[in-house]
C-alpha cells in the first residue's frame, strides 16, 4: 500500500490566500495559517451593500488597508499582530459535496488546537457578532472564530479567522464598517483566545492551530510570497 500524500503546509508571509491555497490542493490537502498584515478583508455580500465604499473609505481611515476575499461571510479585520487567519484545502469529486463534513471537521481541529492551549469553545456564536455566520466557535465571554468556505470545481477552501486578543482599535474599526454597510454588530460579543484563558502570544497560537489542522500524517512545508489577503 503507497504512503499517504503529504499535507502540504503553505507558509505566506501575509497569511492564508484562497487562490494560493487551492492551486496546490489538486493531489492532496493543504493547510495555512499565518498572521496577516493589518486590513479588512471584505467578503462577497459586503459588496452588494450600499454603503460599501463608504466602509473601505472607513476601514483606509483608520489604518486598515481594504481587500476583498474569495470566500463568503461578512468583513473580517486583522490588525497585523493579534488575529490569525488559517485555511485548509482538498480536492472534491464531480458531485461537489462534502460542504457540511468540511466545516465540521475543520472547526472540530480548530477547537482541538486550542483545547491543547487551554481554551474551551463550543460551536456557535452570540447575536449580532463579527463575521455572523452558523460556523462559528465561541467561549464564554464571546466569538473566537468564523469561518467562511469556497468550492469550485476541482478543489475547495474551507477558511477562518480567530482572534488571539481582542485589541480596541480592531474592535472599533470593525463596529465602524459593519455601521457603514448596515450590517448589526455588537462590539460586547467580540472574544479571544486570551479572555478564554488562554496565551496572548499569538505566534504560539499560530503554531498550535498549524499542528492540529495537518494532524498526525506526513507533512511538506511549501514557502510562498502570498496574495497579502487574509481570509476568514
Known amino acids: 500500500m503507497a504512503p499517504p500524500a503529504p499535507t502540504r503546509v503553505l507558509r505566506a508571509p501575509d497569511g492564508p490566500a484562497s487562490e494560493a491555497v487551492l492551486s496546490l490542493a489538486d493531489e492532496g490537502p493543504v493547510v495555512s495559517v499565518g498572521i496577516p498584515r493589518r486590513q479588512v478583508a471584505f467578503g ?10 463608504r466602509a473601505r473609505e472607513i476601514a483606509e481611515r483608520r489604518g486598515f488597508e481594504p481587500v476583498e476575499r474569495a470566500v463568503g461571510g461578512r468583513a473580517v479585520a ?21 460542504i457540511a463534513d468540511r466545516y465540521d471537521r475543520l472547526l472540530g481541529d480548530v477547537a482541538d488546537g ?17 463575521c455572523p455566520g452558523s460556523h462559528s466557535l465561541s467561549g464564554e465571554d464571546g466569538k473566537l472564530a468564523g469561518v467562511a468556505q469556497r468550492v469550485r470545481a476541482d478543489a475547495a477552501v474551507a477558511a477562518g479567522v480567530l482572534l488571539v486578543t481582542a485589541a480596541d482599535d480592531l474592535t472599533d474599526a470593525l463596529a ?43 507533512v511538506e512545508v511549501v514557502d510562498t510570497a502570498g496574495d497579502g489577503a487574509g481570509d476568514g
Open 114 to 130: 486550542l483545547a491543547g492551549l487551554g481554551v474551551a469553545v463550543e460551536p456557535g456564536e452570540p447575536e449580532n457578532s463579527f
Open 176 to 218: 465602524a464598517v459593519y455601521g457603514a454597510l448596515d450590517v448589526p454588530f455588537d462590539p460586547e460579543t467580540v472574544g479571544s483566545v486570551a479572555a478564554a484563558g488562554g496565551p496572548r502570544d499569538a505566534t504560539r497560537v499560530r503554531r498550535r492551530l498549524e499542528d492540529a489542522l495537518t494532524g498526525d500524517g506526513p
Open 78 to 98: 486583522f490588525d497585523g499582530a493579534t488575529t490569525v487567519a488559517f485555511a485548509r484545502a482538498e480536492p472534491v469529486g464531480r458531485e461537489r459535496t462534502g
Open 44 to 53: 462577497r455580500r459586503d459588496r452588494r451593500r450600499a454603503g460599501y465604499d
